[in-house]
């Protein structure tokens, strides 16, 4: 059927390149919105403060906008020390991210359009956790 004759080798090329741009493009599609910081706020996440919770050695803080939530933990003044920040969406796995930071652990972002999240966060040990909220 796709023998060697003549003309054929052009109509490959141009189905490999047809081909090449639907990958590409399923790709990029595939890959969603990214979700920079908003920097001119000075804050890690986008989108509006919907939650701070305090306590002893820093404050938890979720952010949300339209389809995404986020949320950082912040330390109070003082050295490196254990930290960490978790968001769940319901139905859905955390994501977590944890480690010997100074000021804060975070930013992490979850899809939440239409769905509530929980999320907790500690430094050096003492932390706090949210129910179910922003539903």
């Known amino acids: 059927m796709f023998g060697r004759g003549r003309g054929t080798s052009g109509w490959r090329r141009k189905v ?9 493009a399923g790709a990029l599609g ?8 908003a920097g001119a706020a000075g804050t ?3 989108g509006r403060l919907a939650k701070t919770v305090r306590f002893a050695t820093g ?9 995404y ?6 330390a109070k003044a003082g050295p ?6 978790t968001l769940q ?8 991210d944890a480690g010997r ?22 430094v050096s040990g003492r932390g706090t956790a949210t129910g179910w909220i922003l539903c």
């Open 16 to 24: 490999a390149h047809g081909v090449a741009v639907a990958v590409a």
């Open 30 to 37: 595939l890959a969603g919105p990214a979700v920079a910081p």
């Open 44 to 46: 890690a996440c986008p």
């Open 59 to 67: 404050e938890l803080r979720v952010y949300k906008n339209r389809q």
């Open 69 to 74: 939530a986020c949320a950082v933990t912040v």
């Open 80 to 85: 490196r020390r254990v930290m960490s920040v």
């Open 89 to 96: 969406p319901r139905g859905a796995r955390a994501v977590v």
């Open 101 to 122: 930071f100074t000021r804060q652990a975070g930013p992490v972002s979850v899809h939440a359009l239409n769905r509530c999240v929980r999320a907790a966060g500690s």
